[in-house]
């Protein structure tokens, strides 16, 4: 079975050609997972945006963060219904 790239949200999309598979953000190489440790440190989304010369929306953070959020929530759902 092939994969295919698949668009999360509006700036977030996971594309097997593009850092194997992992969530990215649209039209970069910058990993959701990367953006979100930014975060967890406290930087600002500013911070952040210039952290990749611009290159990262500050509006596509705030998309990074609900997508985490909606995987915790799922895994921890599916956890108590073992």
Do not use: N
Not at 1 to 21: S, T, Y
Not at 57 to 63: F, K, L, T, W
């Amino acid at each position: 079975m092939r994969k295919v790239r698949r668009e999360l949200g509006q700036h977030i999309v996971v594309d097997p050609q593009i850092c194997h598979g992992k969530p990215t953000f649209k039209g970069t190489r910058i990993m959701v997972r990367d953006v979100l440790y930014f975060v967890a440190k406290r930087y600002d989304w500013k911070q952040i945006s210039e952290e990749y010369d611009g290159r990262l929306s500050q509006d596509a953070i705030p998309e990074a963060i609900q997508l985490a959020r909606d995987a915790l929530i799922e895994k921890t759902e599916k956890q108590r219904a073992v």
